[in-house]
Nanobody
Framework: QVQLVESGGRLVQAGGSLRLSCAAS????????MGWFRQAPGKEREFVAA????????YYAEFLKGRFTISRENAKNMVYLQMNSLKPEDTAVYYC?????????????????WGQGTQVTVSS
């Protein structure tokens, strides 16, 4: 079992930056590929970014256009999402997810564990 707790979401103005954190506990989380997803009100959950166990491979949703960066610190069991140049359309609940022993990429079904989410609101 893995427990994931997201933090860092808040209200921010358009053009601003935020760093979301995901604290993982339980089974050795360094063996998990990790991802960030988001869900806006009335919309489907969508993929944001993924990172491999070592952090050597990252993958992003095309719509981000380089604004977000995913990273991890295995020694601290932490995963981060640095978000820059935020736009009102980035407003959503952001979820951290863990995929044990396989690359999850953009497929939500590949992730077995999910956090409760953290709210990000971007005002115009």
């Amino acid at each position: 079992q893995v427990q994931l707790v997201e933090s860092g979401g808040r209200l921010v103005q358009a053009g601003g930056s935020l760093r979301l954190s995901c604290a993982a506990s339980g089974r050795t989380t360094r063996t998990y590929n990790m991802g960030w997803f988001r869900q806006a009100p009335g919309k489907e959950r969508e993929f944001v970014a993924a990172i491999s166990t070592s952090g050597g491979t990252t993958y992003y949703a095309e719509f981000l256009k380089g604004r977000f960066t995913i990273s991890r610190e295995n020694a601290k069991n932490m995963v981060y999402l640095q978000m820059n140049s935020l736009k009102p359309e980035d407003t959503a609940v952001y979820y951290c997810a863990a995929a044990p022993d396989r690359w999850g990429g953009s497929y939500a079904e590949a992730y077995d564990y999910w956090g409760q989410g953290t709210q990000v609101t971007v005002s115009s």
